[in-house]
């Protein structure tokens, strides 16, 4: 078990020195980024223009959600994850594992996880240049039962987006472009993810549909959790959920896996 962690732990640490090297990059998309948060500030303080509350928050709530969205999409967004495995089937580099005794599927998490701290910590820069003039909007709730559901909701989100990122990698065995898959799931995720309205302040019929899909547990539940967009019975309840969603996604990837190197190893051999 201790070999197997320490084997894990050289590839973070590889994964951490190489996405260092391009910190840079992932500086510059953190501050692009705040011109996003700047225009989502301009429309919400036009749309709360003469009104207290929409949807039973206010203005400072919403910004808050949209900020903490912003930091969630650098700690836990699967960027070209799915282009990366894609590329390496295509480019026969995967073979390499099968050879050795590494799991595929925890060799990209573990690049993912390196990947998203050194992105997630960079976007608290620009977020901390921008705090003395977002300040007064940023209000957070102070149960700490968020804290303690937050935390697993995160962690889970994260499995779920790279999990779905890892299935859409691992269609290349069928298809030799997934640009399609990964475009028609970025605008499902948009819009039933939360990340271009809040979800709450959606039709009735569409927030609840989207509790039995898996984006509504990649950015926007554990984002609700931490700046009190939801109760702790619905915080509870989307946990259970969302860890149906982690086994049933990981169980996918599976069988992906398999049936995809049965006809890998057929077309090669």
């Known amino acids: 078990m201790l070999a197997v962690l320490n084997k894990y732990r050289h590839v973070f640490l590889v994964g951490l020195q190489s996405n260092i090297v391009y910190?840079?990059?992932?500086?510059?998309?953190?501050?692009?980024?705040?011109?996003?948060?700047?225009?989502?500030?301009?429309?919400?303080?036009?749309?709360?223009e003469g009104s207290l509350e929409i949807g039973g928050f206010n203005v400072g709530q919403t910004m808050t959600y949209f900020v903490m969205l912003l930091v969630l999409q650098f700690f836990i967004g699967a960027f070209n994850e799915d282009y990366q495995i894609s590329e390496e089937i295509r480019n026969g580099l995967i073979n390499q594992f099968l050879l050795k005794p590494i799991n595929y599927f925890l060799y990209r998490f573990t690049i993912y996880m390196s990947a998203r701290l050194v992105s997630g910590l960079l976007v608290?820069?620009?977020?901390?240049?921008?705090?003395?003039?977002?300040?007064?909007?940023?209000?957070?709730?102070?149960?700490?039962?968020?804290?303690?559901?937050?935390?697993?909701?995160?962690?889970?989100?994260?499995?779920?987006?790279?999990?779905i990122a890892y299935c859409f990698g691992m269609l290349t065995f069928w298809f030799l472009e997934i640009q399609g898959f990964v475009i028609l799931s970025l605008a499902i995720e948009t819009m039933l993810g939360g990340q271009m309205f809040p979800l709450d302040l959606m039709p009735d019929w569409v927030f609840r549909l989207s509790q039995f899909l898996p984006f509504y547990y990649q950015m926007y539940f554990p984002a609700?959790?931490?700046?009190?967009?939801?109760?702790?019975?619905?915080a509870v309840q989307g946990l259970i959920v969302q860890g149906i969603w982690v086994v049933a996604l990981l169980a996918l990837n599976r069988l992906l896996w398999t049936r995809g190197l049965r006809r890998h190893t057929a077309v090669g051999g």
């Open 224 to 234: 609700a959790i931490l700046t009190g967009r939801i109760d702790h019975a619905l």
């Open 124 to 163: 608290l820069v620009p977020i901390a240049v921008a705090y003395p003039l977002i300040k007064d909007y940023i209000t957070f709730p102070d149960e700490l039962w968020r804290l303690a559901l937050g935390f697993p909701a995160t962690l889970m989100a994260g499995i779920i987006q790279f999990s």
């Open 23 to 48: 910190r840079w990059n992932f500086a510059l998309r953190g501050f692009f980024s705040l011109f996003h948060l700047t225009v989502v500030f301009i429309l919400w303080t036009a749309a709360y």
